[in-house]
């Protein structure tokens, strides 16, 4: 035996590590209380950082040694001299890479660098910039990293066009940085913004180091670098069709600005002496100076949302003092003026109508999609044509099935719609985990269809039926519908939204699954209500029908509503004005 190496046990193993752990903590623990005794004493001196940054160094995620240290810092700057000051920092930062050496996604680690970036007398921005390519070729998703960028970018004014040529180094050497992908968004409306005729060339304004804001991030690529990033990103998910980060990107190349924020629609009603006015979002019209105007005078009328949850709605409703324009014999004039944009809209409600609209059309307004050139609409015809070769080697590839959909809606959303429908049941079968996100975008999508099949018809009438509808959309552009169907649906709810349709007079909605009637709020011209085989099954979900002055017919029938006890005599109590009551 002898000239063996004696092995020590687990059991000794073990307890040789815990008491080097324990004799570590108490270390760690004696110097934190030293560091908190010292900070609540208001001592700001050089033991401190040396003590705050041992501590640090094991854990950069303590952020009120972060907090301390800042403290410390600033104290120096009041005693040092700016060269002395510009060496603490260059420390410090040296110090922070030995930080994010431990943990390259510490949240405290990248703060503390950005404040002592902005605080350093001579800040050498092209080292930061290296240190994140460095960070970034080591993980090129670290969002604490390209945040941190997106900062040194703004204060080192890095020209945009540089930038994109960055993101095109990331793209080519990984189609899978997602990141990448994002910036680019960011970028190329700043670089290649839309011009506001679509058949003007190119237009690159003068290079900016401001990065985009939300504003800006709302407008659309031109359309001879929108057709260059077509070809890059199908590149992209050709060579590799699993990889979701050139799919996300593509979703955003097909998608369209937000509409001009405007007055969309203006109703007004002689019986009611109401004005419904209808926005392409939703305002704050009791903030954004909306002004009523009746045959050239001002009115001093109270503004109110369509439902009490709404401080922001797109639809907003005012009453008239009684009197003001019930006369049936006499014409009225009113405009309405949102003195913020500025813009109004007129609309006259002449003699003998009871009610009268001023509004633009969805099918003018291409409320859904962009409107598409000539060369636009080829080259996105042939991205269809790919992506369906594509599919046909990848059946079951998600991306490229929702793809396919989108590019449906881009180019045809009614002539595609049968073949929508198909996609969106495969996709159900083929991603089942999100089978609940495709059935509300194909609701939103099929909505969409049945508002530009009513605007083409121009009817009154919203009838969607059987369509398996899990949610309800753009219920802002049904304002003026008196009869809406929505039988035979997977609806579960009518939202608060439901209000905006401030001309309804009939509701279908049997054979559904809802429970909640929230939406069905005050609507003042609603009579009738069919909601046969639903899962109503309490008075309390009526409650909002109470609302509703000129109810006269509710269809209860196959409700657990009807199973309470007295409940015609309580529903005649609840809901006075009905006088045809099915249970």
Same mark, same amino acid.
Do not use: R
């Given at each position: 035996m002898h000239g063996r190496v004696k092995v020590k046990s687990t059991a000794q193993q073990e307890e040789e590590k815990r008491k080097e752990r324990e004799k570590k903590l108490k270390i760690y623990v004696a110097a934190r209380d030293a560091c908190f005794s010292k900070r609540k004493e208001g001592i700001f001196d050089d033991e401190a950082l040396q003590i705050s940054q041992q501590l640090l160094s094991s854990n950069p995620d303590f952020a009120t040694l972060w907090n301390y240290r800042r403290e410390i810092l600033m104290h120096l700057e009041t005693v040092k001299e700016e060269d002395e000051v510009q060496k603490i920092y260059v420390a410090e930062l040296s110090f922070l890479e030995s930080c994010l050496k431990v943990n390259p996604k510490s949240y405290g680690s990248w703060h503390h660098r950005w404040w002592v970036s902005t605080r350093l007398p001579k800040p050498d921005w092209a080292r930061e910039l290296n240190l994140c390519d460095r960070c970034l070729s080591l993980d090129d998703r670290n969002f604490h990293c390209w945040d941190y960028r997106r900062m040194v970018v703004k204060m080192s004014g890095v020209p945009v066009d540089q930038e994109l040529a960055f993101t095109d180094r990331l793209i080519g050497s990984n189609f899978s940085n997602y990141s990448s992908w994002h910036y680019r968004s960011t970028l190329l409306p700043l670089l290649h913004p839309e011009s506001p005729e679509p058949t003007s060339p190119c237009h690159k304004p003068p290079q900016s180091s401001t990065p985009p804001s939300p504003q800006i991030l709302s407008h659309r690529v031109c359309e001879e670098q929108l057709l260059k990033e077509y070809e890059l990103v199908q590149n992209a998910f050709f060579t590799d069709p699993n990889d979701q980060s050139a799919w996300f990107y593509y979703r955003w190349l097909l998608g369209r600005a937000e509409r001009e924020e405007m007055i969309s629609c203006v109703y007004v009603c002689r019986d009611e002496e109401r004005v419904a006015v209808a926005f392409s979002g939703p305002v704050n019209a009791q903030a954004c100076g909306l002004l009523l105007v009746l045959d050239g005078l001002p009115q001093r009328v109270e503004w109110r949302s369509v439902h009490p949850r709404f401080k922001h709605?797109?639809?907003?409703?005012?009453? +008239?003092?009684?009197?003001?324009?019930? #006369?049936?014999?006499?014409?009225h004039n009113l405009t309405v003026h949102w003195t913020e944009k500025p813009t109004h809209r007129d609309c006259a409600l002449y003699t003998g109508r009871s009610e009268s609209w001023c509004r633009d059309s969805a099918t003018d307004q291409e409320l859904f999609r962009s409107e598409l050139s000539v060369e636009k609409t080829s080259v996105l015809q042939s991205e269809l044509q790919s992506c369906n070769q594509l599919q046909e080697l990848e059946p079951l590839n998600k991306w490229c099935l929702l793809t396919i959909i989108l590019l449906m809606r881009a180019l045809d959303p009614?002539?595609?719609?049968?073949?929508?429908?198909?996609? +969106?049941?495969?996709?159900?079968?083929? #991603?089942?985990?999100r089978s609940a996100y495709y059935s509300d975008l194909c609701s939103k999508f099929m909505i969409e269809n049945t508002i530009l099949k009513m605007e083409y018809a121009e009817v009154r009438v919203f009838s969607i039926s059987d369509k398996n509808l899990t949610t309800l959309c753009h219920l802002d552009q049904l304002l003026l519908v008196t009869h809406i169907n929505l039988s035979s649906n997977q609806l579960q709810r009518l939202p608060p939204q439901f209000a905006m349709l401030q001309c309804l007079e009939v509701l279908e909605a049997d054979n559904n699954s809802i429970e909640n009637l929230e939406g069905v709020y005050h609507l003042p011209k609603l009579e009738e209500v069919i909601l046969k085989n639903n899962k109503i099954s309490s008075l309390s979900d009526l409650q909002p029908l109470a609302s509703c002055p000129k109810l006269k017919r509710l269809d209860l029938r196959g409700n657990p509503v009807t199973q309470t006890a007295d409940v015609e005599s309580k529903l005649a109590e609840l809901l006075p004005s009905v006088t045809d009551l099915l249970l």
């Open positions: 709605s797109p639809v907003w409703i005012c009453d +008239f003092p009684p009197g003001t324009i019930s #006369d049936i014999p006499n014409e009614l002539g595609y719609e049968k073949e929508t429908l198909a996609h +969106f049941q495969t996709l159900k079968e083929v #991603d089942s985990m």
